[in-house]
């Protein structure tokens, strides 16, 4: 399986998509392989089997490094900075959380939610392209109107 597993990599890094982030591949541990598109290879579950052999102490610093990760792409793009804070001081202390804002499609209000990161990282995975969460919208209580980007 290992073998398959880099020549995934290796096909990413040789593709167009790569190249906008090949720079700084090593340096940001970009471990996560996107898609099961065009593979047999069920990433999510060599992914998944993988951390689980993982010592504890090896990965909570993992988590905690995606987790850090992802939240700064959202820090990026948030619009409601003080609840975002305020949601992701909350969850500082856990390497399983990741707090990512959300919109509403409907009515525009932004909504902050910390996800389990294991679930956010197994949605990226199994959902093809582009996928989002949603959530129903606390403003207009409209179903599925909040959408959260997938951020790995
Ligand atoms: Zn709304």
Redesign the pocket.
Known sequence: MFGDFTDRYKELLESDVMVTIRQGFFQRLLILPRYNIDSDIDFWTLFNDSIGELNPDTRFHFFHHIKLDIERRAEDECHVFGQFEKVRYKCRDNPNLVTVEGR?K????YTIAAFRLDKYIQSKFEEFPNRVIIMT?S????DG??EFPMLI
């Open positions: 509403c409907n009515c525009g209000f919208c403003n207009c209580k409209k109107s909040v």
